[in-house]
């Protein structure tokens, strides 16, 4: 299965120089937060393949306008052709905010998903808005990540983790590609293509 993530920064390769041809072979696009919902809509117009979301930390805009033709996964998980998908959008509580937690709320969001994870025996993406603590993370409490992602990779084991929020442009040399222990941890920061199949995803991540 291949698949798009999407994040933080609209691709001007797909929205503004959009040739339908670029999503082809595409099965799947996860964003993974802070996008303009009519990229979303845009990208959903163009494609048979499920557009899946969760809410950045600057996405308070969506409760007005939704992007049409997509699927929010935001505290559930969704299964595409087998592939157990959970989402937990958001960011580390730095004012306040719809989209924005302490460590201690992820927690609660987590805990209120345990039907949904043993009916489900676990998952196998990982998507989130913000990284896992001291995994491609800031260490301003803006950009910092939550622990309580490492304890659900931790118990879990799911093969990718897909996340955005600290972006590649930043200049603190975050990374498009890490591992933690067997999960694939990648930053979707615009745009980037994987396929969930592949063992060895980071020689070929583009």
Known sequence: M?????????SAYLWDFFE?????GIDLIISCGDLDPNYLSFLAT???APVLYVHGNHDECYQETPPSGCICIDDSIYVYKGIRILG????????EGTYQYTEWGMRRRIARLWFQLLRRRGFDILVTHAPAYQLNDGRDLPHQGFESFLKLMDKYKPRFFL?????????RKHKRYDK???THVINAFERCVFD???????????
């Open 163 to 171: 996340h955005g929020h600290v972006h590649m442009s930043y200049g």
């Open 20 to 24: 339908k041809s670029k999503l082809e």
């Open 46 to 48: 163009f494609t048979s």
């Open 88 to 95: 937990l959008g958001g960011s580390m509580r730095y004012k």
């Open 2 to 10: 291949r698949i798009l993530a999407i994040a933080d920064e609209e």
């Open 180 to 182: 933690y222990q067997d």
């Open 196 to 206: 969930y199949e592949d063992e060895h995803p980071e020689e070929h991540i583009r």
